[in-house]
């Protein structure tokens, strides 16, 4: 089935429910973008989640549903519908995680547009960003995938040993995160 199929089907299939890229790969700031990914020293949790990112494999429920056959795509907190956007950045129970992170970390332009973060991060376009000054070591994508990484771990905590996600939570240990990062970093 996926041997027959043509490159744009391919492209088609592992890109559904992701931003079409619409600018070449090899723009510069691109590779400064996939650079970070390759030489960072983050955990290798997050690293499997960005590789779930970028393949569309993040068992979203709009993911999952065809295959393990669920009754609904709905997100419980919201009701909305479950896409990997909508899991990580979108869903509005944990906007304010990310607006407050933003806040500490990045440098302020205008209200928090997730739709656009969303696709900003998925496709790897995190030129726009600016890291507020600070003693911390980090990349604008080292930054993004510590809150990323806290929210991914807070909806576990909640599907598994039902915890209730506090936003509070999320970016406080998005920080230890980005700290400890920032020490790896420097050494
Ligand atoms: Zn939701």
Known sequence: M???????????????????????????????????????????????????????KVPSKVNLRPILRLPDEMCVFCGGRETTAHMLFTCPSHADAWTNYFALVFVPSGPLN????????????????????????????EA??????????????????????DNQSIVDRAMVNLRHLSALNIL
């Open 2 to 56: 996926v041997l027959s199929m043509t490159n744009s089907q391919l492209r088609t299939m592992y890109m559904r429910d992701h931003p079409p890229i619409i600018r070449p790969a090899l723009e510069v700031h691109r590779l400064t973008s996939v650079s970070s990914f390759l030489h960072t020293r983050m955990h290798s949790s997050a690293r499997n989640l960005w590789f779930r990112l970028l393949h569309n």
């Open 114 to 141: 997730m739709d656009q973060v969303s696709q900003d991060i998925m496709s790897l376009n995190l030129q726009e960003y600016r890291l507020l000054d600070s003693e911390l070591k980090v990349s604008v994508f």
């Open 144 to 165: 993004v995938t510590c809150l990323l990484t806290s929210v991914w771990r807070a909806k576990w905590q909640h599907h598994f040993d039902a915890v209730a996600p």
